[in-house]
């Protein structure tokens, strides 16, 4: 009896200590909210339309009038449009006409030749999704048969196997405005339940990555450069903020923040999910071959959306059906399509075989599934995506980055710009590496695939981002640099010694490997510890031919005992007729062409050359012997529209390369 009383009183206890823990978390979360909002009422409250609505106060009309002035000409209304919803939500009915008056005049989802909005990508996906929901709700919108199916396959999706847009300090606070709309003002409380976990779940995979100062620099699905500049001063340092109490309280309204200042949800329990220290492998999503049954429930156009928010646009599973709906919706202007504009006037029945001959595009944009390593120690975190579409085109993918104390510390490649922010956003990797991560060490290795010659897609450069000023020391040996921040540190072993515009930054020429080596005072005890046990890392790198010519890229490095290495073999390129033989690449120009090629073959004396082309089913079109080998002419004017393959032979040696003709 005394027993169970003990274990009664234990438990007693334990309840109420976590209460008492959960109550101080409430409270300090209330007191964040207060702060934050004094802050914006201070420092920029004519923009801030949700807070001013929350707190009774007149909406600033000049604000709305600009807003207006976007609808029909901004691509990204729906940033602003859930903004309106909430305004409408938080206040007593008084600015629904004026609102409503110009939320009519939007497509809601896919409309014929919209070659303004975006739908499709998980952001755009849910904002536009709520919206529409919700102003069903509250004035009793007609909406297509389709809609509640299609969000609660989104929210369940989500909860199920995670987010396209993984990481993504550019796009989850925008994710997280349509959710927090939902998760406050539905009436349908499947929707409204689902909305607020799809939230909480979204938050706290965000907190793995975050240092304990409240600063996000992650390996991601998709991003940008300018995320990755300063620690503080973004919208998503505002929600770190609120949530967790990490980091300073903005001085200014950061309008994201402003979903979560004005709910009456309590996510103090965030608070709780946030760790100084972890060692790990998240792994989440799913298979391009499991979408096609995930989807399969949804309408045509639903399932084809659906496909598109995980990258998948032009995946040779889905190519065909994308380029059909492109042409019949009269789309193919949209910016999100301008990559692909050369297959507009393709027969559509090419649609799968173009799109897996160009797998090094068509593929590695797809980001339904990941395996992200996170290894963080307080204020010093190295994350990075294992394995992933190595050597192929990267879209907005971010495979590694480290944060050193509050600053961020990557590799990327293709053309090397002096400010990062110059590079294209949308390719920020023109090439991915294969990443491999154990703890705090990584092994990245760049191995370009080969890029059609019509792909604009061909720079092997691999750029270093390094902040001199950002450290308060730097120091350089061999092919390593040392980093120290605040008792931090970073050691990167480069490929080479040297720039390029002024960046630090190696050329390509078969491959290259780089190692990022993280830590701190507490892991090491000291910088010049930390640099001595580096010094004693043992770096590999070999290649190796096997008889067929088919080559080898192996690379290793072993660090205070831990070891990792990759063996990366030759990746056979999609072709209808075997290019295994090829000895080199043909020049072809123009390419794409309207049907009159010039054929060009390096290093090629006089003698005459047997010129062959063939079609995307591997039929022979072409057989033709060319005297001049220099400048061979092909003319397709008379054969239909695509992409083919076209192989020069004389004796035994053997040139390939491919051509496409436009309408």
């Known amino acids: 009896m005394h027993y169970l009383s003990a274990i009664m009183k234990n438990t007693l206890l334990l309840l109420l200590f976590s209460f008492a823990l959960i109550s101080a978390n409430a409270q300090d979360y209330e007191q964040r909210k207060l702060q934050y909002m004094d802050s914006v009422m201070t420092n920029n409250y004519d923009n801030a339309i949700m807070v001013q609505a929350f707190q009774g106060d007149p909406i600033n009309q000049l604000r709305l009038d600009e807003i207006y002035d976007d609808f029909g000409v901004r691509s990204t209304i729906d940033f602003v449009l859930v903004e309106l919803v909430r305004v409408m939500y938080l206040t007593d009915g008084s600015y629904d006409t004026q609102i409503l008056e110009r939320m009519e005049t ?142 300073p309280c903005p ?190 060490v990584a092994l990245i290795m760049y191995r370009p695939q080969a890029v059609s010659g019509f792909l604009p897609f061909g720079n092997k450069d691999v750029a270093l981002h390094w902040i001199d000023d950002a450290f ?37 020429d078969g491959g290259q490997s780089w190692v990022f080596i993280v830590g701190n005072d507490a892991m090491y005890n000291s910088y010049s510890d930390f640099q001595n046990l580096v010094g004693q890392t043992v770096f590999t790198e070999e290649w190796t031919t096997d008889q067929l010519g088919d080559s080898t890229y192996y690379a290793s490095v072993t660090f205070d005992g831990n070891t990792i290495d990759h063996t990366w073999g030759t990746v056979p390129a999609f072709t209808s007729v075997d290019e295994q033989e090829s000895l080199g690449k043909l020049n072809i120009y123009p390419n794409p062409s309207q049907g009159v090629f010039q054929v060009n073959i390096p290093n090629v004396d006089a003698e ?11 039929n022979l079109i072409v057989s033709e012997r060319i005297s001049n080998a220099q400048n061979g002419i092909i003319d397709l004017r008379s054969q239909v529209n695509g992409s083919y393959l076209i192989r020069a032979i004389k004796d035994n040696e053997v040139w390939t390369g491919r051509l496409l003709k436009l309408p």
């Open 106 to 247: 939007l497509p809601y989802w896919i409309n014929d030749g919209d070659t303004l909005h975006n739908h499709w990508t998980e952001n755009h996906m849910i904002m536009w999704m709520s919206c529409e929901w919700l102003m069903h709700e509250r004035h009793g919108w007609e909406i297509d048969d389709n809609l509640k199916k299609r969000l609660l396959h989104f929210l369940n999706l989500k909860l199920d196997v995670g987010f396209y847009e993984f990481f993504s300090s550019t796009y989850f606070p925008f994710t997280l405005s349509g959710l927090m709309n939902l998760a406050d003002f539905a009436e349908d409380q499947e929707i409204r339940d689902k909305s607020e976990a799809v939230a909480r779940k979204l938050l706290a995979n965000v907190l793995m990555m975050v240092n304990s100062e409240g600063v996000f620099y992650p390996a991601a699905g998709r991003n940008y450069a300018g995320k990755y500049v300063t620690p503080y001063g973004q919208t998503y340092n505002a929600i770190l903020y609120l949530i967790s109490g990490r980091g």
């Open 472 to 508: 308060d020391s730097i120091d350089e040996s061999d092919n390593w640099i040392f980093g120290s921040k605040n008792d931090n540190y970073i050691a990167v072993r480069r490929a080479c010694v040297g720039e390029i515009n002024g960046v630090r930054a190696c050329e390509t």
């Open 251 to 440: 001085s200014s309204s950061a309008s994201r923040a402003d979903f979560f200042a004005t709910s009456d949800i309590d996510f103090s329990d965030l608070e709780d999910e946030f760790v100084s220290e972890l060692d790990t492998l998240y792994t989440f999503g799913h298979s391009p071959e499991e979408a096609l049954v995930r989807h399969d429930t949804l309408s045509s156009v639903d399932e084809l959306i659906m496909h598109w928010s995980s990258g998948m646009y032009f995946h040779p599973y889905i190519a065909e059906n994308t380029v059909q709906f492109l042409t019949d919706s009269n789309m193919w202007d949209h910016v999100n399509f301008t990559d692909f504009s050369f297959v507009s006037g393709l027969p559509i029945a090419q649609a799968e075989a173009l799109a897996t001959e160009l797998d090094e595009l068509t593929v590695s944009r797809t980001d339904c599934g990941a395996d992200v390593a996170i290894f963080k120690n307080d204020e010093t975190v190295l994350t990075s995506i294992q394995d992933y579409w190595k050597g192929k085109i990267g879209f907005q993918q971010w495979p590694i980055a480290a944060n050193v104390g509050g600053t961020a510390v990557y590799v990327a490649s293709g053309p090397v710009e002096e400010d990062w922010q110059d590079r294209n956003n949308s390719n920020f990797n023109e090439h991915l590496p294969y990443v491999s991560q154990s703890s705090n």
């Open 608 to 618: 005459p050359v047997q010129l062959e082309v063939f079609d995307m089913l591997g």
